[in-house]
């Protein structure tokens, strides 16, 4: 049974697939601190949040269960990725769910600012008719500066577009074309607060984007200029937004984010031109079911070890890439283990060859479960896996190279795994057979065919007669079962290797016994 915890308010309907999953308990656990996450997170296996709880590495590193983080929301700045990805846990969010929402939303922000609608509203209901006061401007013909044009940004310049605004936009990812296609001048970041009567923010909060707008960039507005964040708090210096407030600089703002949520005794809050909301720019009925049906069925997918899609700490991998690549994923993560399980010594490098059909595909993905495979050999399962596999790697110094080759044996395809340790260097190739799935075809130099699967013993030996029968022999006289066994040999009297599928684990004894057999250099036990 799985355990998972949702320790933000996440709608019922969206998460109803996961209640319904037999094997899944979902706990709803809401407002909880650091230390009572800390206390809990050790029994379930995957973490579902909105903005609130802030994922902290002692959370993560508390989480001993934890497979996954999902977050029902675009912004994962709550979460510490890097933590999540060194603990191997992968973090996915929600990023399509709540897009018209928020745009929607920075668009009444943009709205309410323009025409004063908040404090007009409180005074009326504080009962005075003032008419004098709320004197607004028009959105028409207005330049309406958007930094960051991805979804949500490209939303709200569709709906300026629709009140007959300009919109100027700046995003390091924008193309011409986009921009030619979204009908919006693709700017500068000078460019777009020079030019701009409102500047709306749709960027994540990073480290690039963190005060992106601050003291300097106020100082080449326009007097007057309007400024939104419904983005992240810290995307907008408050400081340098409240200094361009009080001089006059700044006409208004609208806030649905703040640096620090909830805020507390901000400035901003009692400032009359400032319009703000609590973080409602996801908060509808649409889109809190939009993005708890999405992380809900993915986090499903992470449990049942099925693709998945939106995860933030893993490279994405294009549809068309991980179809033809997904049949591989055995084959690489079996050559992984076969070859770690082989090699003596310290881990120094890894060379995963591809040939044949992976010629012209983007195989990183196939590397990386690769390497997942020599890790958890090496690191155990619960410590290594395809999430953490490279940061694993680079930390312990493992040099990691992928090769593509025309050279594939005659295989329709071919991928060769070579390990160099502090000792030795081995090379497994294995291949995909059309219709009967992995194989391994070269261990040590030697030509195999071998189903990669089960308990298996590796014989180095010297060619003479008599070896193989005192192996089985052994082996019988030990209740060992043989299911198939291959030999092969360098020339006739050199060395020579068997390699045998057995029906159980041999004990060490009993390898110990075959180790000390005549002609025989080593005995390795394998598992697959
Ligand atoms: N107030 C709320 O309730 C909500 C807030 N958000 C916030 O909105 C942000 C944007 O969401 P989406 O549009 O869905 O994400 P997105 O990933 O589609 O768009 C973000 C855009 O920002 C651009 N960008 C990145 N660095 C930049 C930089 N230095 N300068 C300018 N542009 C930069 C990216 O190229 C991308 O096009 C989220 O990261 C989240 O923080 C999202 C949903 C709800
Ligand atoms: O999706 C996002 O990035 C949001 O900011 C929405 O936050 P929320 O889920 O409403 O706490």
């Not at 508390?62 to 992968?90: E, H, Y």
């Not at 040939?355 to 390497?371: K, M």
């Not at 680079?394 to 090769?403: A, F, L, Y």
Request: charged share 20%; aromatic share 4%; with cysteine.
């Amino acid at each position: 049974m799985f355990k998972v915890l949702v320790s933000d308010p996440l709608s019922e309907f969206g998460i109803q697939k996961l209640l319904d999953a037999e094997d899944v308990q979902v706990d709803r656990k809401t407002g909880l601190s650091e230390a009572e996450l800390i206390e809990i997170i050790g029994e379930y296996d995957a973490l579902l949040v909105r903005s609130q709880t802030k994922v902290t590495p002692a959370i993560i590193e508390a989480g001993k269960k934890l497979k996954a983080i999902g977050r029902a929301g675009v912004g994962v700045d709550n979460i510490d990725l890097a933590a999540a990805t060194n603990a191997g846990v992968v973090v996915i969010n929600a990023p399509d769910g709540n897009t018209i929402s928020t745009a929607e939303h920075s668009f009444a922000m943009i709205m309410a600012l323009a025409r004063r609608i908040p404090p007009a509203y409180k005074k009326l209901v504080d009962g005075e008719w003032d008419r004098k006061s709320f004197t607004g401007v028009e959105l028409n013909n207005k330049v309406l500066g958007v930094v960051g044009l991805g979804r949500i940004g490209a939303e709200v310049a569709k709906r300026g577009k629709a009140f007959n605004m300009k919109i100027v936009a700046f995003d390091p990812f924008l193309t011409q074309e986009r921009a030619d296609k979204l009908g919006v001048q693709f700017a500068t970041l000078e460019e777009v607060v020079t030019l701009a009567d409102f500047i709306t923010v749709h960027t994540p909060l990073t480290k690039d984007t963190k005060y992106i707008i601050n003291t300097k960039e106020f100082e080449k507005m326009k007097d007057g200029v309007r400024i939104v964040n419904c983005a992240r708090g810290g995307i907008i210096n408050e400081q340098a937004l409240i200094a361009a407030l009080e001089s006059g600089k700044v006409a208004g703002a609208a806030l649905d984010v703040f640096e620090q949520e909830p805020p507390l005794d901000n400035p901003l809050l009692k400032m009359p031109q400032v319009v703000v909301t609590p973080h409602l720019g996801a908060s509808t009925i649409e889109a809190q079911e939009n993005v708890a049906i999405d992380v809900s069925e993915e986090i499903l997918h992470i449990l049942h070890d099925e693709p998945f899609k939106n995860a933030v700490n893993l490279p994405s991998v294009p549809a068309n890439v991980m179809e033809k690549v997904k049949p591989y994923f055995d084959l690489n993560e079996k050559l992984g283990s076969l070859i770690a399980q082989t090699a003596v010594g310290g881990l120094k490098e890894v060379i995963v060859t591809y040939s044949g059909d992976l010629t012209d595909i983007d195989t990183a993905a196939l590397t990386r479960t690769t390497l997942k495979g020599i890790l958890a050999y090496h690191l155990g399962s619960a410590a290594a896996n395809y999430v953490n596999a490279p940061i694993l790697a680079k930390n312990r110094d493992i040099h990691v190279t992928e090769q593509k080759s025309t050279y594939s044996g005659g295989f329709s395809n071919l991928v060769t795994v070579t390990l160099k340790t502090s000792q030795e260097e081995k090379t497994v190739s294995g291949t995909l057979l059309n219709g009967y799935g992995p194989r391994i075809v070269k261990i040590d130099g030697y030509s195999v065919d071998l189903l990669p699967q089960g308990h298996l013993l590796l014989v180095h030996h010297n060619d003479r007669p008599g070896a193989i029968g005192r192996v089985g022999t052994v082996l019988g006289n030990n209740n060992v079962n043989i299911a198939t066994m291959q030999v092969g040999r360098r020339g006739v009297g050199g060395q020579a290797i068997m390699l045998l599928t057995v029906d159980k684990e041999v004990s060490p004894d009993v390898l110990d016994t075959l180790g000390e057999l005549g002609e025989i250099t080593s005995v390795t036990q394998l598992e697959l």
